[in-house]
């Protein structure tokens, strides 16, 4: 699979499309409102190996749940350790996920990474007696998946793109975006579909999921109309 190089830090390559992060010393917090995602959210996240014929946990946890936390403060939960025979290439894999709506889009993305910065999968890796040919991750796979507001009646994928770091994140390097992954349908908040997949040995200490997502009704849209009723409503009292 072609991959997309990029050797500038991970600040500078997020502030720039696909994931199209603040400018100009914006915040999100202050772009937070209108935000699709419930504040309590809690989606399970994994980290999975293509073995024997299909894809198994590669985290001793499984499905571990991850609440939703943000940009500015992302809040990294323990998924367990990784699958390895050698215990000095063992590690601590963490995860975390937030949304972010700013004027380049509306965004949900989710990172694993390695506690102490070692690859998730040395090469060699078996689990369950097979060896593990690639590697993959999953949200939602066991139907936990993220939670949208009450007034949401849609949320579409537009794009989603895998990106891949051996160093922790400072420098990555990412498989080709796929325009609407889902087929124009509801997306559940759940992707079990492995778009984005590495090889074992590769070196990957660090890997980051961005949705670039609509919403409908939009959220600009939604405060727009509650202002509007309010106005109404105040108009007819008079």
């Not at 991959?3 to 772009?31: K, T």
Request: hydrophobic share 40%; net charge negative; aromatic share 10%.
């Amino acid at each position: 699979m072609r991959r997309i190089q990029a050797s500038c830090s991970l600040v500078l390559i997020i502030a720039a499309a696909p994931l199209a992060f603040a400018e100009d010393g914006d915040h999100y917090g202050d772009r937070m409102v209108g935000g699709a995602v419930k504040g309590s959210s809690v989606a399970t996240v994994s980290l999975v190996g293509f073995a024997g014929g299909q894809f198994r946990a590669l985290n001793s946890e499984g499905d571990s749940p991850v609440p939703v936390s943000s940009f500015e403060t992302p809040q990294f939960y323990s998924i367990g350790k990784n699958t390895t025979a050698n215990p000095t290439q063992e590690d601590i894999l963490e995860a975390a996920w937030y949304e972010v709506v700013n004027p380049q889009g509306h965004f949900v993305h989710m990172i694993i990474r390695s506690r102490e910065g070692k690859q998730f999968v040395p090469l060699g890796t078996t689990i369950d007696g097979f060896t593990v040919q690639a590697f993959s991750y999953e949200l939602g796979g066991d139907g936990n998946g993220i939670d949208w507001r009450d007034w949401v009646t849609h949320v579409g994928v537009k794009e989603l793109v895998t990106f891949y770091s051996t160093d922790g994140g400072t420098s990555v390097y990412s498989d080709p975006t796929i325009h609407d992954p889902f087929g124009g349908g509801h997306w559940n908040g759940i992707d079990v579909m492995h778009w984005g997949l590495e090889v074992p040995g590769s070196g990957v200490n660090w890997l980051q999921v961005s949705y670039k997502i609509d919403v409908v009704p939009a959220p600009g849209t939604l405060a727009g109309l509650t202002l509007a009723g309010g106005i109404l409503s105040r108009r007819r009292r008079r």
